[in-house]
């Protein structure tokens, strides 16, 4: 069963950086497509950022591009979301999620086939 724990969430100030991280088990990190989502206050989940298995594809919300770096690494069963020139917009619980299918598919929810417990980050003006 896989499980996935993340970390490095926090409160910084608009324009700071934070890097999240999220660590993998029960199974084999590298046969899985992996994914970052968030979720404000009122808010659905949303999509941030998704890595293929090898990390040769990325892809970004458009509110992530050239703000956010999305990255594995498959010898450690990590993933990480480096999120710079952060904005009070970004204020939410950010998900990390081993997704299934195929790419066009994972910026859903509905392609996700585990989740972790999340991680709080709090932009402050």
């Known amino acids: 069963q896989v499980q996935l724990v993340e970390s490095g969430g926090g409160l910084v100030q608009t324009g700071g950086s934070l890097k999240l991280s999220c660590a993998f088990s029960?199974?084999?990190?590298?046969?899985?497509?992996m994914a970052w989502f968030r979720q404000a206050l009122g808010k659905e989940r949303e999509f941030v950022a998704a890595?293929?298995?090898?990390?040769?594809?990325?892809y970004y919300t458009d509110s992530a591009k050239g703000r956010f770096t999305i990255s594995r690494d498959n010898a450690k069963n990590t993933m990480n979301l480096q999120m710079d020139s952060l904005e009070p917009e970004d204020t939410s619980v950010y998900y990390c999620a081993a997704v299934k299918g195929a790419a066009s598919g994972w910026k859903y929810p509905h392609s996700v086939s585990s989740w972790g417990q999340g991680t709080q980050v709090t932009v402050s003006s």
């Open positions: 890595i293929s298995w090898s990390g040769a594809a990325t």
């Open positions: 029960g199974g084999t990190f590298g046969n899985y497509a």
